[in-house]
């Protein structure tokens, strides 16, 4: 949902802050500017509408814009269309806002998040005869930090801190002030931001992967905190204006692994990245060796007695991390004998449903900054049940206010479409299944199922030696208009995850079934070689699934199968069988979601669409 950047030190600040926004197009790409001040110089911004490469081209690669402090920003729109005058930074001043060019403003900036009192504060400036050049949020916080700075006088960090308690919303926000040259002025509630600083020079990014190949000392800034940057140096302060004193933290982010590596996309590298990524995320809580394994949960901070107690669970989240929830739940209950509920996190945040006392709430999420996640942890917090947040980026805001963390070792995923953490989060809920059902004594042959969650990294590769076949399937569907994923209990769930893939990123409609409801009305929608997917994984469903398979062909689907290799004579029953490696079935979800990943991906290439970057997307979800 935007992404926002900074820099200043002693190189040229345009091309370091676009590198910048190339590494954060994910999170918005309607369009992109920046504000660059060369010495005393007052600002010159720039602006363009779609992807970043127009900014690129606009600026020549930057070179057009000198100077060595700078913000830029990549938009996600909220309030307002993409367009040129909505597209960041915005400016204080009474102009048309609308191009490029020098900018005699007192105040310039960017924001990523949403400010939910905008309009009131508008009508306010403008009775403060303020004007207003764009339908944005954004130039009305500019204008608003103007005005406070003009009335009362008493610099930047006043200016911010009294901003800050006017607006209501969400911001990371970045601003120069025409009298503080060589500065850049950040002030942060709920959405993400860093400060990396290196020696005579300074960054800001809404991501690691921005700042990797500059630096890997950040400091992260706090809920309504602020900073002064400048080269090489950044101070925080609190609300009262007092210093905070802060410690950097090193990434241990390798920067290789938020490039392509050789790959077309984010996606095929993530999806080809899994095997490897689900092994690191097994052993950092699988310990011991032979008949001696378990699941250690200590670094979470839950203990046996709290495992053995919790009366339920709820799984809360959104999209894809969602579809682990619901998968989880078939495993939980059966491994554990405990009651799951999956909640969608926005549904539940505004529930007004009686939570059991004691439960545990599981918040799932990549980037940790899902504002429905996020607000759904906090409305289990406040209703005193405990919670654990199963997150991929380090110290974001779930993985910091949740009470215990398990974290995913998937690393920085950039494709929209998420796999490798998606794969992540999965491993991470059937080792807490395995971990409950130890403590609560609902399991036999725990050291054997952690031996066969161990054995999926490799079938995962022979998964995706598989992938050929799927490319030729995938050449025939291009044109196809809808898509069904039929299954039962477990690849039912599977189905929900295949079925937004496919979605998201190869535009073609498509929805998950349960396969017994198809006849309950959507089988009206079968039509002469509709393509059905059916996930057939779990032995004593197969035969139901398949038979609602045989319904739809009866009435002219076209139908693929994925099932074990040699299980079942599912070649008698489908036009085209994708296989993959037995494994115990309450994991197959790891293994059959790789080749709906793979169709997916195909088909939209095949379609010449953006497999990164769908169209109305953003990686993370930061508004509501
Ligand atoms: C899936 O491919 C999507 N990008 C989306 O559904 C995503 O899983 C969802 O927005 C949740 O994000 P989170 O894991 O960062 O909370």
Known sequence: ?????????????????????????????????????????????????????????????????????????????????????????????????????????????????????????KAKMERHDYRFYSETDTEVLIKLVDYYYNKYKMGPIDALAKTIVRVRGSYALAVMFSDYPGKIFAARKESPMIIGVNEGESFIASDVPAILQHTRNVYYIGNLEMAEISAGEVTFYNLDGDVVEKEATTIEWDAEAAEKGGYEHFMMKEIHEQPRVVMDTLKKYIKGEGEKLSVDLSETGLTKEMIASFPAIYIVACGSAWHVGMEAQYVLEEMCDIQVRVELASEFRYRKNRLQTGALVIIISQSGETADSLAALRMAKEKGLTTLAIVNVLDSSIAREADHCMYTLAGPEISVATTKAYSCQLVCMFMLALAFAKERGTIEGYENYISELLTIPEKMKKVLDDKERIQWFASKYSNARDIFFIGRGIDYAICLEGSLKMKEISYIHSEAYAAGEMKHGTISLIEDQTLVIGVLTQNDLYEKTISNMMECKSRGAYLMGITAYGKYDVEDSVNFAVYIPKVDEHFTGSLAIIPLQLLAYYLSVSKGLDVDKPRNLAKSVTVE
């Open 1 to 121: 949902m935007c992404g926002i950047v900074g820099y200043v030190g002693g190189k040229q600040a345009a091309p370091v802050l676009l590198q910048g926004l190339s590494k954060l197009e994910y999170r918005g790409y309607d369009s992109a500017g920046l504000a660059v001040r060369n010495g005393e110089d007052p600002a010159v911004v720039v602006k363009t509408t779609g992807k970043l490469n127009n900014l690129i081209e606009k600026t020549d690669e930057g070179r057009a814009v000198p100077g060595t402090c700078g913000i830029g920003h990549t938009r996600w729109a909220t309030h307002g269309a993409p367009s040129r005058t909505n597209a960041h930074p915005h400016v204080s001043g009474n102009c048309s806002g609308s191009g490029s060019g020098v900018v005699e403003s007192e105040v310039v900036g960017v924001h990523n998040g949403i400010i939910e009192n905008f309009q009131e504060l």
